[in-house]
């Protein structure tokens, strides 16, 4: 058990470029989940997949931000036209659902930065 | 939909001595509870949950953590803190009936003097 990955640790980019980042769960955890972080606060839920199939998105989420989970495996998560608002650690975590009782395990976050 | 709230924004305590950080939820029914810990520029850790049974809670690093339903509360505790236990340290609520819609508290973050 090699724990949730993500990469890359760090983004710097300009305001109105895209970017993408990838999360490698827990191997055969059916969940993956995308939260953001900004300082000062607790993660704030973004989206989950169940598999491949993505279940549901916060309204936090808007147009320019996209997951994909292609293979129910690995995720990415897209943020398009990047703005300085869109600044934050962004979180991956996954669980694997048994009898109702889910735990979520977290990767150690991508840092994006808006300049 | 439920709620946490941590009171405490800042906490500092000496080496050696004890801590409680606390939490307060806001659910209808029988939560799901979690403490997480972050170090600066980390993801979060896992330190104890709660689904059900046993109120008192062990977790890692030598944490436990007590369900009150009476005062909705789960407030961690450590006998004797270490200066490595300073870090961010979050609480989280789910439910068994959507628990892929946990929520988390701003936060308490843990000062250690030497």
């Known amino acids: 058990d090699t724990g949730v990955s993500q990469d890359p640790r760090h983004k710097i980019t300009k305001r109105g470029q895209n970017v993408t980042f990838r999360c490698d769960p827990i191997?055969?955890?059916?969940?993956l989940y995308w939260y953001r972080q900004t300082l000062g606060q607790g993660p704030e839920f973004l989206t989950y997949?169940?598999?491949?199939?993505?279940?549901?998105k916060s309204r936090l989420l808007s147009d320019r931000f996209s997951a994909e989970r292609p293979k129910g495996s690995f995720s990415t998560l897209e943020i398009q036209r990047t703005e300085q608002g869109d600044s934050a650690m962004y979180l991956c975590?996954?669980?694997?659902?048994?009898?109702?009782?889910?735990?979520?395990?977290f990767g150690p976050g991508t840092r994006l930065l808006v300049l | 939909a439920q709620s946490v709230t941590q009171p405490d924004i800042h906490i500092t305590v000496s080496e050696g001595a004890s801590l409680e950080l606390r939490c307060n939820y806001s659910?209808?029914?029988?939560?799901?509870l979690f403490w997480y810990v972050q170090s600066p520029g980390q993801g979060l850790q896992l330190l104890l949950k709660?689904?059900?049974?046993?109120?008192l809670v062990q977790g890692i690093k030598g944490f436990e953590a007590e369900f009150k339903r009476s005062q909705s509360s789960f407030n961690l505790r450590k006998p004797s803190v270490h200066w490595s236990d300073a870090a961010e340290y979050f609480c989280a609520v789910g439910t068994r009936y959507n628990n892929n819609d946990m929520r988390f508290g701003a936060g308490t973050r843990l000062t250690v003097k030497p």
């Open positions: 975590a996954s669980s694997r659902t048994s009898g109702g009782q889910e735990t979520q395990y």
């Open positions: 191997s055969e955890h059916n969940r």
């Open positions: 997949f169940q598999n491949e199939a993505q279940l549901e």
């Open positions: 659910y209808g029914a029988t939560p799901y």
């Open positions: 709660y689904f059900s049974g046993d109120t």
